[in-house]
């Protein structure tokens, strides 16, 4: 199995920031029922105005040619365009567990 974390810095106001963090959510947490190799989906939309960073989600699918089916999928790309011109930065990390 293979966790797929990303983690996403947006761009603008709190409230904005937060307003798009939680449409992006929304998507993503749908998406296992739409993506088949998709065993799970974790969102989480950080709470802390500390931090710079504003969401995180945690994926998990059976092998590393799966990260791709899943990031290539049409439910992807259109979750992914909820975000597209408010994201600053972007990290992930994928490791076999």
């Known amino acids: ?13 709190r409230e904005t920031r937060l307003e798009v963090s939680r449409r992006f959510a929304e998507a993503l947490l749908a998406l296992p029922a739409q993506i088949p190799v998709l065993e799970s989906m974790e969102v989480g939309i950080n709470e802390n105005p500390a931090e ?42 994928d490791y076999n567990f």
């Open 1 to 13: 199995m293979v966790k797929h974390i990303v983690t996403f810095k947006l761009k603008g106001s």
């Open 52 to 93: 710079d960073w504003d969401l995180v989600l945690t994926a998990v699918v059976p092998t590393m040619e799966d990260v791709a089916l899943y990031a290539n999928h049409p439910a992807h790309v259109a979750a992914a365009s909820i975000i597209a011109s408010h994201k600053d930065s972007r990290a992930c990390v």
